[in-house]
T-cell receptor
Framework: TQLLEQSPQFLSIQEGENLTVYCNSS?????LQWYRQEPGEGPVLLVT?????EVKKLKRLTFQFGDARKDSSLHITAAQPGDTGLYLC????????FGKGTRLHILP | GAGVSQSPSNKVTEKGKDVELRCDPI?????LYWYRQSLGQGLEFLIYFQGNSAPDKSGLPSDRFSAERTGGSVSTLTIQRTQQEDSAVYLC??????????FGSGTRLTVV
């Protein structure tokens, strides 16, 4: 069974700080996706990474796919209250498997 | 439509009753997925439709759960004889092959 472990489960930090959240698996995935989910809404796709070692930037968010395509990280620079939400990673093979997410709260 | 539409947005039902949840995917998206999200849990895969292929039903938790997709578009997830443990948010997503998912806002099901 493929599993994606996300850490930390919860993170509460002050506005302006930097943070990194992690997504790890013992399985290799053909691609990995990151989503953000806000209360009462479905997850929204942020990025898809495909190549081992790939780095993608989305404004203050930097996503990295591990060389072995088993893990990924999301780094947020100068966090803002609008970054608050549940961040989910999802590994794609024949279907997409989701981690349990990191619940991020940015304090103003 | 512009996005994935799910109805109803909220459903409260009595234990033992049947419920039907509807998903309208993005026009042209060949793949449609159902997931279940319980409080504090990740997304649990339920079922996957891809074009005219036989659906992947490997995630359905029991034979009380079934789903169909008519005409390659709208999908209905049916839960028979609902139990309290079925209470969750049911999310539908659609995609083009190889691309990320677009999710609907979900149906919050409460079984009392």
């Amino acid at each position: 069974t493929q599993l994606l472990e996300q850490s930390p489960q919860f993170l509460s930090i002050q506005e302006g700080e930097n943070l990194t959240v992690y997504c790890n698996s013992s399985s290799v995935f053909s691609s990995l996706q990151w989503y953000r989910q806000e209360p009462g809404e479905g997850p929204v796709l942020l990025v898809t990474v495909v190549t081992g070692g790939e780095v993608k930037k989305l404004k203050r968010l930097t996503f990295q796919f591990g060389d072995a395509r088993k893990d990924s990280s999301l780094h947020i620079t100068a966090a803002q209250p609008g970054d608050t939400g549940l961040y989910l990673c999802a590994g794609a093979d024949d279907k997409i498997i989701f981690g349990k997410g990191t619940r991020l709260h940015i304090l103003p | 439509g512009a996005g994935v539409s799910q109805s109803p947005s909220n459903k409260v039902t009595e234990k033992g009753k049947d419920v039907e949840l509807r998903c309208d995917p993005i026009s042209g998206h060949t793949a449609l997925y159902w997931y279940r999200q319980s409080l504090g849990q990740g997304l649990e895969f339920l079922i996957y439709f891809q074009g005219n292929s036989a659906p992947d039903k490997s995630g359905l938790p029991s034979d009380r759960f079934s789903a169909e997709r008519t005409g390659g578009s709208v999908s209905t997830l049916t839960i028979q004889r609902t139990q309290q443990e079925d209470s969750a948010v049911y999310l539908c997503a659609s995609s083009l092959m190889g691309s990320g998912y677009t999710f609907g806002s979900g149906t919050r099901l409460t079984v009392v």
